[in-house]
């Protein structure tokens, strides 16, 4: 599938601004820093696109990037630093009712730098995908920073601990930015779900009521 089109559609501070689209949505979450911005910038194909930070915690808000005239990538603020204290329990909900809620999502990207070994925070957050039913793989960041033996060794240990704490483990990748390694089968999975819903004409997803709290 070639991109031949993206276009910084809008940015959410807040639950109220989610917009109308019928358009299918990928999202990229995880820890600050771990590599959101970059991998989508790697995806499209651009340098620019989703602002890439070097220190953590710089997407506060929702990126929506439209790509192709047809689907969007999301670029969601990372968990693991805080924001302005004041701002947490606000940002929390808007990431929450995006991942849980947003019925276009259709697919997230859980990033996971493989350097460091999956946390409680990782592990919680994988359970809440799996009770709301939430389609996802786990993609191993920052590749070419350790050794292929270090590598499967934590993606082993990252295994282990999800089999221990509850499911199967889900289908995972191994990326990175710097080496250009890993673009084409996340491009693979977009392409497949972008043919299926086109053959299909279903709805991405059930209809969440969204609780008040
Ligand atoms: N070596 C290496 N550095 C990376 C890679 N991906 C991201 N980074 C660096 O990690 C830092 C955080 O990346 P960013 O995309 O802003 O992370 P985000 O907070 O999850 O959006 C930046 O300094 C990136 O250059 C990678 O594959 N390899
Ligand atoms: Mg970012």
Excluded at 35 to 60: C, H, Q
Aim: aromatic share 18%; proline share 3%.
């Amino acid at each position: 599938m070639k991109i031949f089109s993206v276009k910084f559609k809008k940015s959410i501070e807040n639950s109220n601004q989610f917009f109308y689209s019928t358009f299918p949505e990928y999202a990229f979450y995880g820890r600050s820093n771990v590599g959101k911005s970059s991998l989508i910038n790697f995806i499209v194909n651009s340098k620019k696109e989703a602002k890439v930070s070097s220190y953590p915690g710089r997407t506060k808000f929702i990126n929506f990037f439209l790509i192709n005239h047809k689907w969007y990538l999301i670029d969601l603020p990372g968990y693991g630093y805080s924001f302005q204290k004041n701002r947490i329990i606000e940002k929390k909900k808007l990431i929450k009712d995006y991942i849980f809620y947003r019925t276009n999502l259709v697919y997230l990207f859980l990033l996971i730098d493989c350097r460091i070994i999956i946390q409680k925070l990782d592990l919680d957050f994988i359970k809440k995908l799996k009770t709301y039913k939430i389609h996802f793989c786990i993609v191993f960041t920052k590749t070419d920073k350790i050794n292929s033996k270090i590598l499967d060794r934590n993606i082993n240990y990252c295994k282990e601990k999800i089999e221990k704490n509850f499911f199967s483990m889900p289908k995972y990748f191994k990326v990175s930015v710097k080496k250009k390694y890993g673009r084409e089968k996340l491009i693979q999975i977009i392409k497949n779900l972008n043919e299926y819903f086109e053959l299909k004409k279903k709805p991405y997803r059930e209809k969440l009521i969204i609780p008040n709290s």
